[in-house]
C-alpha cells in the first residue's frame, strides 16, 4: 500500500455515547452515561470516538502494510527472559527493552515513520489540549518521530510501565482500534494507588503529557469480541505515537 494520502481527515465526532472508566477500581463498570471528553489525570485527555469508522479502517489497513516483514510485527523479550503477550512493530526508530535504536529485531532497518502519522499525531494534541496547549510541556512544538503498533491477541495484557525511552517530556499519543481494553493510569510514583481505569473503545484518543507523561500505565485487559465486525480486526491494535528526542 502507497503511504501517501493514506489518512485525510481522519478525527470523528468526540461525543459519541457509551462509558467511561472509574477511578481507583479494577474494571470500567463503575460508570455510565455519556462519553464525552474527560480529564482521567492532570495532563491526560480522553477524547472518545475521535477516528471515524473511515479512518479506523484505513489505520488498521496500514497496520497490516507496517507488520509484513522484514522489520515486521514481532514478539518482544523482556531482559528477565520473559516473552511480552503483545505483538509489535516499530516506526521510525525500533524500540527495545529498554531503548531505540535504527535496526530492528530481525536485522533489517526500521521502516520509516509516516508523515501522515506525524501530522495526525499534532492534530491529537491540538485538539486534546486546546487552550491550554502552550501550558503543556513540549506539546506546542510536539514533532513525532517515533510510533510503535502493538497488537493485543485475545488474552493479552500490558503491566504497568513508565514511557521514559525518550529524550523529551513531549506528550504520547495513543490511538485504539478493535477490541475495547480496560487501561490503567495510574500514578508517577509507583504501581501502586492511586489510579483511574479507563475502558478505551475502538477510534478512542489518549493524549498524555504535562503531570501526567511520566504516570504508570498499562493494559489491564481486553475485551474479546467487542470490536465493530466492519473493521475485520481480530483482538486490539494500539498505536502510540512519541517525540524520541534522539537525533538521526
Known sequence: MIQGELFGDLSG?????????????SGPSGASGVRGRSEPAPGAVLLPGW?????Q???IASCREWSRPPAGLHAVRTPTGGMMSVRMVSLGWHWYP????????????????????????????????GAALPEI????????DVAIVNHYPHGAKMGLHQDRDERTDAPVVSLSLGDRCVFRLGNTETRTRPWTDLELSS???LVFGGPARFAYHGVVRTLPGTADPELGLVGRLNITVRQSGLVA
Do not use: H, I, N
Not at 477516528?51 to 479512518?55: K, R, V, W
Not at 529498554?98 to 495526525?120: I, N, Q, S, T
Not at 510541556?137 to 513525532?144: K, L, V
Open 98 to 129: 529498554y531503548g531505540y535504536r535504527r535496526v530492528a529485531e530481525d536485522g533489517a532497518p526500521v521502516k520509516p515513520f509516516p508523515p501522515e502519522l506525524g501530522r495526525l499525531a499534532r492534530q491529537a494534541v491540538t485538539e486534546a489540549y
Open 57 to 59: 479502517l484505513r489505520l
Open 51 to 55: 477516528l471515524c469508522l473511515d479512518a
Open 203 to 205: 477510534g478512542d484518543l
Open 137 to 144: 510541556e513540549g506539546a506546542a512544538s510536539y514533532e513525532p
Open 13 to 25: 465526532d468526540s461525543g459519541s455515547a457509551g462509558s467511561v472508566g472509574s477511578s481507583g477500581s
